[in-house]
Structure formats: structure tokens, C-alpha cells
């Protein structure tokens, strides 16, 4: 979706809220599988003292893999997005009245993508990795049981020092 914001950064105290949902799949590499629901988006750019500021927040579910046992997980995500919106690029930022602000971001004109700039903060929330539970204990890499199922019949890996320690522990 693309917004005119000609009228926001023109108007003290004027609000564009917005509700859509988007789809992912561009901003997926291409030949993967685009993980994500549709994208619901809710939120609003606003006017406030001459600054303009966007809010929102995206929703949707994430399909992944988990790291350890590759077993299917669904995650609901909620995604959220503050910034303070400039027209121009970063190398004018000196002379923007708007102090530096982590927030600042610059677009090249008064016609905002929406879906790009949700799409990128969307992105950049992912976790690098996703564990269908904190405590997942993977798979044998000996003879690929999911250990979550129960425990195989492969013998346990001890610790060489361990075993040291066992033995002189014995020895008395
Ligand atoms: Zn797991
Ligand atoms: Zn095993």
C-alpha cells in the first residue's frame, strides 16, 4: 500500500490511521517458500508539532523449522514499528531540525511504501534461530531418534575428564 503523506507533514496534528493486510512473498529470496501469513497492519502516521511519526504494528504467523529437531512449528508474531519519518536521505540529516533520534528514518518522497518499510522491520525482528521449546533436546545425532519422543538406545558420549574423575573417585 502507498500513502500520499503530502497532506501529513503539511498538517499539525493530522492522523492516517490504516488496517490492511499484505503478503510477504516479494520480500521472500526467491525460489523459497514465503514462511509468513498474510501480514495484518494496523497502525497510524501522524503529525505531531511538525514531526512525523509512524506507529504500527504487524501480525502473522511464522512457519518454521526448529533448529534442533526440525520438527514443524507456527509462531504468532507481532512485530512493531516506531519511526519518525524525513524526507531526503541521511547525508541531509544535519540540517534537519529533528534531532538524531534512533527512530529517524529517511524515505525519498512523499509517497511512503508501506508494505516495504513493514517488510524490513519485519525482517530485522527475526530470530536467528527458532526452538519449538526452550528445552528441545534435538535429535541423536548417531541415530536421528527426536530425543523429545524418548531416549534412544545409543550409548551416551561421556566426557574424557569426567571419565578421569569417575576413575580416581572409584580408585579409593
Ligand atoms: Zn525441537
Ligand atoms: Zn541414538
Known sequence: MTID???IFNNEDLSLP????????????????????PIKAKGKVFNRTGIVYLSALSEFTYSARC?????????QMAVPSEH???????????????????????IP????????????????????????SEDCKGICPNCGTNLNDGNCS????????????AKLLNDD
Not at 20 to 34: K, Q
Not at 67 to 75: K, L
Not at 154 to 165: F, S, T
Open 154 to 165: 545409543c550409548k551416551k558420549a561421556v566426557d574424557p575428564r569426567l571419565e578421569a574423575l
Open 18 to 37: 490504516f488496517n490492511y493486510e499484505f503478503s510477504m512473498s516479494s520480500y521472500v529470496p526467491e525460489g523459497e517458500d514465503n514462511p509468513f501469513s
Open 67 to 75: 533448529d534442533r529437531c526440525a520438527s514443524d512449528i507456527e509462531r
Open 84 to 106: 519518525i519519518l524525513l524526507i531526503g536521505n541521511e547525508d541531509e540529516a544535519e540540517e534537519s531540525d529533528v534531532e538524531y533520534d534512533d527512530r529517524r528514518l529517511f
Open 5 to 7: 503523506l503530502t497532506p
Open 109 to 132: 518522497s512523499y509517497q511512503l511504501n508501506l508494505d516495504d518499510l513493514l517488510a524490513e522491520d519485519i525482517w530485522l525482528s527475526m530470530p536467528v534461530t527458532f526452538l519449538c
